[in-house]
């Protein structure tokens, strides 16, 4: 069994040179994930002066450790934003996405990449009225959504909404035939921007427009994401000798489990809990195998980290209200294609001055409900007051040893560094000193 994403052993992934002289350039994109990608892609086709940076290698972050769905149905989100922004809004921002999935298609039709079309379920083993309410929901945008009552799981459910022509496929052989050719540096870490000017390890980068697609946005004294945002841990297992589920699944209970098949495997994710908090890490997976699928054999098993935000919705455009030319995609709440793909078609069309139909709906700056603020403050302020020898380099709350994953996770915003106190994952932009 190995310890790494199914899409990394089997991609290859191509390797780009490090920065090492000051550049210009009209838009600099931080950050070489799925998101930043995209953008660099969309740039290049509009004949726009662009480069790339990235701290470690493209898709060595989030990207390579996703399950790879591209669909609209994002769980029972329809009925939520119906409630919360109105029939106007909600219809947008299923447009936005089915936009995405359809972008997704014509570009996968050329490339191999193990594109393949498929439905999307999300069902509820407990509550058939929520289904019923979101299909509601769907009728009132004009989505057109089925009700089934059965699906091929091994699970007893109430009911289950499907969304036809979804997609799902190998997102790391998707980027290495996008990424050739882009003007792309690799192993250039940026610390800090001022300005119009990155800094990074080997000098200066300035740009009329700087674009950061680093996971979680790293620069605190703007947009307060840290404030707004938290970090979600989720588990992944690849059994081989599982049947052909012809779709992906996802339980509508945030502790429920997705399925997916790749080629021969089944994909079974879940698991998901705050980072830094205690969580069942794989072995609820495990044990939901053993039980079903009795003759199956782990092949792989890896684990995934989200940034949530708080109404649902990702933060995509200017980064904050007072710096113009400064823009950020994040908070893609486990829907990282899709969201990926809406933030590189809107940004690239602002960064050229066009307006984008999406911009209100998606903006960083838009209006959080408070109570939901003062959650999250909550939990930042417990674990800042925590004593603890071991605190984060991002804003200074107590790290928590996972024991799964042999790795320091902040429960605060959730940075994570390795047992030596090497930095894995953002917003943090330094390793820690376990010495002291
Ligand atoms: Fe913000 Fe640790 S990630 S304090």
């Known amino acids: 069994m190995q310890i790494q994403s199914i899409w990394s052993s089997t991609s290859d992934m191509p390797s780009f040179k490090k920065l090492e002289s000051d550049l210009n350039t009209d838009v600099l994109i931080i950050g070489g994930g799925i998101a930043g990608i995209l953008c660099a892609y969309f740039l290049k086709e509009s004949g726009i002066d662009y480069a790339l940076v990235e701290g470690k290698t493209i898709c060595s972050g989030i990207t390579k450790n996703t399950t790879a769905k591209i669909t609209s149905q994002h769980g029972l989100i329809y009925d939520k934003l119906l409630n919360d922004i109105g029939v106007e809004k909600a219809k947008m ?20 990449c193990d594109f393949e079309e498929k439905d999307a379920y999300v069902y509820s083993c407990d509550n058939k009225e929520k289904i019923e309410k979101e299909i509601d929901a769907l009728n009132k945008l004009g989505f057109n959504a089925e009700f089934k009552n059965q699906i091929p799981l091994p699970l007893e459910i109430e009911g289950a909404i499907k969304f036809s022509n979804q997609a799902q496929f190998n997102p790391l052989k998707f980027i290495q035939h996008i990424s050739k050719g882009l003007n792309i540096y690799e192993n250039t870490f940026v610390k800090n921007i001022e300005g119009n000017t990155a800094i990074y390890d ?20 703007h947009g307060s994401y840290f404030l707004k945002m938290y970090q979600h841990r989720s588990y992944v297992i690849a059994i081989e000798g599982a049947p052909d589920i012809d779709g992906m699944y996802l339980d509508e209970n945030e502790k429920g489990l997705s399925f997916r098949n790749y080629k021969n495997l089944l994909l079974i994710g879940g698991g998901s809990h705050r980072t830094g908090t205690e969580g069942a890490n794989w072995n609820e997976l495990r044990e939901f195998s053993r039980l079903n699928y009795t003759d199956a054999k782990e092949i792989y098993a890896w684990a995934t980290q989200d ?61 959080i409900l408070k109570g939901q603020l003062l959650v999250n403050g909550f939990e930042a302020t417990i674990n800042l007051l925590n004593f603890s020898a071991k605190r984060c380099p991002h804003l200074g709350c107590a790290l928590k040893w996972n024991n799964a994953e042999h790795t320091w996770d902040c429960p605060c915003h959730g940075s994570r560094f390795t047992e030596e106190g090497k930095l894995i994952d953002n917003p943090a932009t330094g390793n820690i000193n376990l010495d002291k």
């Open 93 to 112: 921002y299923l447009k936005a996405n089915e936009t995405a999935v359809k972008k997704y298609m014509d570009l996968c039709r050329n490339i191999d």
């Open 202 to 221: 080997g000098g200066k980068i300035t740009a009329k427009n700087i674009i950061v697609t680093t996971h979680f946005p790293f620069i605190n004294i």
């Open 307 to 367: 940034c949530m935000t708080l109404d649902g919705m990702p933060y995509i455009g200017q980064y904050s209200a007072t710096t113009p030319n400064l823009y950020a995609a994040t908070g893609f709440n486990k829907w990282g294609m899709t969201s990926a793909m809406v933030s590189a078609m809107m940004l690239t069309d602002m960064v050229r001055g066009k307006a984008n139909e999406y911009a209100e709906i998606f903006s960083p700056s838009r209006s």
